[in-house]
């Protein structure tokens, strides 16, 4: 993330406008987590699946084939980043089967 950051703030400067303060100081500094890590790998995974709505948004929104792109650059490698996630959680045992269609053709064999 710290890498988008980067490339979008620099877009920002320059085209004169300012950026966006980060939340860093909200970091503790303990060392002893308070959540497992299925929750927080859960939460990680869920808040960049959001993050990739978020680009796609800007992308269909915004008129900037500059801007559009590099909401699109960040948007694959993020992608990357939840498929990990997702395998990290499967390699766990943390995700369940997704949902899956009914499977009509038996319904038309009875």
């Not at 500094?29 to 800007?58: C, L, Q, T, W």
């Not at 915004?62 to 997702?86: H, P, T, W």
Request: proline fraction near 5%; aromatic fraction near 8%.
């Amino acid at each position: 993330m710290q890498k988008h950051i980067e490339l979008l703030t620099e877009k920002l400067s320059q085209d004169g406008l300012p950026s966006p303060t980060l939340k860093d100081h909200l970091v503790t500094s303990s060392a002893i987590s308070p959540f497992s890590d299925k929750f927080m790998v859960f939460h990680k995974v869920d808040m960049f699946n959001v993050k990739i709505r978020e680009y796609a948004n800007g992308l269909s929104l915004n008129g900037r084939i500059d801007i559009g792109a590099l909401f699109l650059k960040c948007q694959s490698e993020v992608m990357l980043y939840v498929e990990d996630g997702a395998n990290l959680m499967i390699d766990n045992g943390w995700l369940e089967k997704p949902p899956e269609a009914v499977d009509r053709s038996k319904f038309i064999n009875k």
